[in-house]
């Protein structure tokens, strides 16, 4: 089933992400972070591409085990970065004939050590073209962006930015899955901003739980520059043990799942890092499965 069939059919819609495991054991912890998550019903699945195509060959794998060993709908993230046009139409028909026809397209990151990001000889530059690219190879599949409640860095211009969201949307995609967020206000005045420029698709909100101070710090790193609220903040900093952060943390999630929910949101996506205990917990307080 297509992302955007599953948002028109139940609202909001539930779904988790995934990334390739380094290690054998590392995939024996995964499904079985997936056989504890699977009881939660959630919409879908995705699973993430490295920076620079690190993981290509372990996210086809990932995402076709998914495809084969559950009934999940499965959505492969993919990148600009590190293939050729070539490449990518490759990926994506091992993906067609695989059963997969949902992806997450995106310009993606420079590889490690890389601080600039240069597009790849015979790719493709933005991810617009890469949406325009499967929307003419594989009409049939369903796609994915990205979206940045609290901006992206190499877009200083917010207004700039929605400028090449629309572009994005305009090439032929879905929905809108936003890089994790801590402020819903931020999220709100995002969706408001996306409805004035005439981006109509649904878009779905991208959480995770803060686990320990140092993972806030990382947390900050990855979501690209996103502010923790001073009162997220002050609680975490009381907090005298990983622990106590960790439950400070997923009652913040929780709570703001429960204002997503009652502000008419699409659907909510959780960053799981390959853990189910945070999002069995949010589900369990809040009885998602209900909703």
């Given amino acids: 089933m297509l992302i ?39 919409g879908s699945v995705s699973v993430t591409y ?27 993230h993919l990148t600009c970065i590190g293939s050729t046009q070539e490449e990518i139409e490759a990926i994506l028909q091992r993906y067609d004939e695989a ?44 796609i994915g962006v990205a979206g940045f409640p609290q901006g992206h860095p190499a877009t200083p211009n917010r207004l700039k930015e929605i400028d090449y969201l629309k572009a994005k949307m305009d090439a032929g995609a879905d929905y809108i899955c936003t890089q994790l967020f801590f402020d819903n206000h931020d999220f709100y005045d995002f969706r408001d901003r996306c409805r004035l420029a005439g981006i109509d698709q649904p878009i779905i909100a991208g959480l995770m739980p803060i686990t320990s101070q140092q993972a806030m710090v990382r947390m900050a ?38 204002d997503l929910i009652n502000h008419d949101i699409d659907g909510i996506h959780f960053y799981t890092l390959n853990k189910s205990a945070a999002t069995r917990q949010v589900y369990e307080t809040l009885t998602l499965t209900e909703v």
Wanted: charged share 25%.
């Fill in 221 to 258: 790193d990855l979501a690209a520059g996103a502010h923790v609220p001073a009162s997220l903040l002050k609680s975490v900093l009381k907090c005298s043990s990983d622990e106590a952060v960790e439950k400070t943390g997923i009652h913040w999630l929780t709570e703001q799942v429960r």
């Fill in 4 to 42: 955007k069939e599953i948002l028109e059919q139940k609202k909001p819609s539930f779904s988790f992400e995934f990334f390739p495991p380094k290690t054998e054991a590392g995939w024996d912890s995964l499904f079985q972070t997936i056989s504890d998550l699977t009881p939660l019903k959630p």
């Fill in 50 to 76: 490295g920076a620079g195509g690190s993981t290509r060959d372990q996210t086809h794998n990932l995402v076709t085990r998914i495809t084969r060993e559950t009934d999940i709908t499965v959505v492969a």
């Fill in 99 to 142: 059963g997969v026809h949902n992806i997450l397209a995106l310009r993606g990151d420079p590889p490690k050590g890389q601080t600039e990001w240069v597009a790849t000889a015979g790719g493709f530059t933005y991810a617009a073209d890469l949406v325009a690219f499967i929307k003419e190879k594989f009409p049939h599949f369903g």
